[in-house]
């Protein structure tokens, strides 16, 4: 997996192709596994999604509910 420009891209070393899993509309940040496998990014907006076995986007956990949109900010000021 990589990010470029903000968006996701997963890279196959065997057949050397590569294919974008976003799109422009939303902006990664971050990007994280686990252990187990488990494959999450973020956005500046707060909202972490999970990238599932079938490389399907869902929303994971959003700070937005809970702290707005001022999360964002409060990042950009530290």
Do not use: W
């Amino acid at each position: 997996m990589v990010i470029s420009n903000g968006m996701l891209y997963l890279h196959n070393l065997t057949n050397k192709v590569t294919r974008q899993l976003t799109k422009s509309n939303l902006y990664i940040t971050s990007l994280c596994s686990t252990k187990s496998g488990k494959l999450y990014f973020g956005t500046p907006e707060g909202i972490i999604y999970l990238v599932n076995e079938k490389y399907q986007i869902t929303p994971f956990l959003d700070f937005t509910k809970s702290f707005e949109k001022k999360i964002g900010i409060a990042l950009k000021k530290h």
